[in-house]
């Protein structure tokens, strides 16, 4: 597992530096003449920008407006491009210029708004596009190496994912504030948290009715990357005579009538959308039962993991259970849920996972 590294404030100015001067000595016939911090676009005007640099590409002298953000996500992204066109817009006539966005990370998504403005840019994990003269430069593909620094909480935390649960309720629509947070049980603050990062990726969009989510698939996709089976469940596993999954999901109703469980996973999904086979059931429980109850009701027994055809889950936050449905008289997790269960739970349960998604009623849909 690659570390993560931690970009302090502090570190931005000559890192950023220490990157264009690399960047333009990749091409052999660039040369530098002359490069100024905080500089000013014109002796005639007041804007100032970041960076300020002049070169020379063959015979032919450029400027190179250089803007620097913390922050690489969408919305800052064009920006930053807006002020870019700015400032070239008020460089001398006559002299060839050129714009370039430097940021900690830049994603495909900032990436491409770059690309469509033709502005350039580059990135401290190695990513980077200059396109100018004879000049051309591209790499993609490297991670995201460092942990920006937010001011909003994770937008994947559990009280967090309780607000995505209920906006990826289809059909999607839109939501005041006040409402979400009624609606998903937690705090103003972790709503407008989630609301601001979901806006800063351009994953949704203020409208009257409040804010939506516009690209559900991009947020359920960074979802999946950020998940931990194993952080958030506590998982007990039961070998039991029953081989019916129906059967044996009705007897575990009956069984624990006080707490009903409810139900993920291949079970569910089954119920959902019939895509495979198995004979397994899961479901979330508030608490475990005792063994004896299980044995008497169920007869069967506690064994280690992947031995058993009962798997009941213990959630370390019981926003998983919100928002439920029924299917059959059986209570079980979002379709959400249901998917990002799966996806951890093997015995092709991927291949179920996608089928699922890919289903035009996935989460009441999308359309």
């Not at 213990?314 to 919100?322: A, N, Q, S």
Request: hydrophobic content about 40%.
């Amino acid at each position: 597992m690659k570390a993560i590294k931690t970009l302090k404030e502090r570190d931005f100015e000559p890192r950023f530096e220490a990157l264009l001067r690399e960047l333009l000595g990749r091409v052999p016939s660039l040369k530098l003449a002359s490069l100024k911090k905080n500089a000013r676009v014109s002796f005639n005007l007041p804007y100032r920008v970041d960076r300020l640099a002049q070169v020379v590409a063959g015979d032919r002298k450029w400027t190179l407006v250089v803007e620097e953000k913390r922050l690489g996500q969408p919305r800052e992204v064009r920006t930053a491009v807006l002020q870019l066109k700015h400032y070239l817009k008020h460089l001398p006539e006559g002299v060839p210029h050129y714009g370039l966005l430097l940021a900690p990370f830049l994603s495909e998504e900032s990436a491409k708004i770059c690309i469509e403005a033709g502005i350039g840019y580059a990135d401290l994990a190695g990513n980077a596009r200059l396109s100018f003269d004879q000049v051309f430069i591209e790499t993609r593909g490297a991670d995201n190496p460092f942990r920006e620094k937010r001011d909003t909480r994770s937008l994947f935390a559990p009280r967090a994912t309780r607000v995505l649960r209920v906006l990826l309720q289809g059909p999607l629509r839109s939501w005041k504030v006040t409402e979400l947070a009624e609606s998903a049980q937690v705090s103003l603050g972790w709503v407008s948290a989630v609301r601001q990062q979901l806006l800063a990726r351009e994953w949704a969009a203020k409208d009257p009715g409040g804010f939506r989510v516009t690209k559900p698939g991009a947020v359920l996709d960074a979802w999946v990357n950020a998940d931990d089976w194993e952080k958030r469940t506590l998982t007990h596993e039961y070998s039991v005579l029953l081989s019916d999954p129906l059967e044996l999901a009705e007897k575990l109703k009956e069984a624990l009538s006080g707490e009903p469980p409810v139900f993920t996973q291949w079970f569910a999904g089954s119920l959902r959308h019939p895509h495979t086979t198995t004979k397994v059931v899961t479901a979330y429980v508030k608490k475990f039962p005792d063994d004896a109850l299980i044995k008497e009701k169920l007869l069967g027994r506690r064994v280690s993991a992947g031995g058993g055809g009962l798997r009941l889950v213990l959630p370390k936050d019981e926003g998983v259970l919100h928002p439920a449905q029924t299917v059959r008289g059986f209570e079980l997790v979002s379709d959400v849920q249901i998917y990002l269960d799966l996806l951890r739970g093997g015995l092709r349960g991927e291949e179920q996972a996608q089928e699922l998604r890919q289903w035009p009623d996935f989460a009441g849909g999308w359309a």
